[in-house]
Nanobody, 118 residues
């Protein structure tokens, strides 16, 4: 059974940094594309960043230049380095493995809370 587990959230002051981690288990192959989403209270879940095997990355305009998504050396791990955090970055952050040629459905982690105080 495929399972995504996030870690690394917490409380940080504005201008600070956090690093989120996500590990996907239950797969014998490497997932080509993984992503991070976030959902703030009262708002829709939004895409933060994606990464594809071979390196291409994409970022939401609101985080570009401050966040960095990367793959780990361990198969099916992904990180989100978040620098210069702002109060508006406060949200639950979710790891995502999208439906596609490799997966017959989308998979989500349980989420990790990031709170940025002003």
């Amino acid at each position: 059974q495929v399972r995504l587990v996030e870690s690394g959230g917490g409380l940080v002051q504005a201008g600070g940094s956090l690093r989120l981690s996500c590990a996907a288990s239950g797969l014998i192959f490497s997932i080509n594309t993984m992503a991070w989403y976030r959902q703030a209270p009262g708002k829709q879940r939004e895409l933060v960043a994606t990464i594809t095997s071979g390196g291409p990355t994409n970022y939401a305009a609101s985080v570009k230049g401050r966040f960095t998504i990367s793959r780990g050396n361990v198969k099916n791990t992904v990180y989100l380095q978040m620098d210069n955090l702002k109060p508006e970055d406060t949200a639950v952050y979710y790891c995502n493995a999208p439906r596609g040629p490799q997966l017959d459905r989308v998979y989500w982690g349980q989420g990790t809370q990031v709170t940025v105080s002003s």
